[in-house]
T-cell receptor, first 114, second 115 residues
Framework: DQQVKQNSPSLSVQEGRISILNCDYT??????FLWYKKYPAEGPTFLIS?????DKNEDGRFTVFLNKSAKHLSLHIVPSQPGDSAVYFC?????????????FGKGTKLSVKP | DADVTQTPRNRITKTGKRIMLECSQT?????MYWYRQDPGLGLRLIYY???????NKGEISDGYSVSRQAQAKFSLSLESAIPNQTALYFC??????????????FGAGSRLTVL
């Protein structure tokens, strides 16, 4: 059973507009959530994280929102740029016994059109 | 040089062959991981190690083994490769960030094809 779900396999957005990538989770014990970006032929790279005690974290064009009651988080990219085109993975950690290991979603492929 | 280096980057082999994927890191991190990525399945944890004497199975360890030769080196072996082990394999290292999140640094990946 998937603990971290990214239900949209792909998303297409116009350059300059907002990109919103969504992630749902099932385990209320997760204490950290992370977003990774992956370009073809490269490894995933860390983008931004949020602690479960917060509801928002911002870093430049990237903002992550956490809604614990809905077990939902989202990554907002404003404004979107063609270089943001990549696969984005949501990940969660902190379940007791997991030793902080990350559980990843299946990813969402973002395409930003010029 | 990359913080996390994986070799080989690409490998084609036949069913039944023994394969080793190697990983080295210059981050000085104690924690190292091997993940597997399959299309539509995201990243799944195979094995992880928190120091040289510590090896732990992940979600999908069957058919794989690992060796932590040094703090900086963590290799993944397929003793007898089978076609459903065809995948993209990633090594990663981590150290808890200042925020407390377990931030992983990944290598560029090793693409393995088993015929």
């Amino acid at each position: 059973d998937q603990q971290v779900k990214q239900n949209s396999p792909s998303l297409s957005v116009q350059e300059g507009r907002i990109s919103i990538l969504n992630c749902d989770y099932t385990n209320s014990m997760f204490d950290y959530f992370l977003w990774y970006k992956k370009y073809p032929a490269e490894g995933p790279t860390f983008l931004i994280s949020i602690s479960s005690i917060k509801d928002k974290n911002e870093d430049g064009r990237f903002t992550v929102f956490l809604n614990k009651s809905a077990k939902h988080l989202s990554l907002h990219i404003v404004p979107s740029q063609p270089g943001d085109s990549a696969v984005y993975f949501c990940a969660a950690s902190g379940v007791r016994g997991s030793q902080g290991n990350l559980i990843f979603g299946k990813g969402t492929k973002l395409s930003v059109k010029p | 040089d990359a913080d996390v280096t994986q070799t080989p980057r690409n490998r084609i082999t036949k069913t039944g062959k023994r394969i080793m994927l190697e990983c080295s890191q210059t981050k000085g991190h104690d924690r190292m991981y091997w993940y597997r990525q399959d299309p539509g399945l995201g990243l799944r944890l195979i094995y992880y190690s928190f120091d040289v004497k510590d090896i732990n199975k992940g979600e999908i360890s069957d058919g794989y083994s690992v060796s932590r030769q040094a703090q900086a080196k963590f290799s993944l072996s397929l003793e007898s490769a089978i076609p459903n082990q065809t995948a993209l394999y990633f090594c990663a290292t981590s150290d808890l960030s200042s925020s407390g999140a377990n931030v992983l640094t990944f290598g560029a990946g090793s693409r393995l094809t088993v015929l």
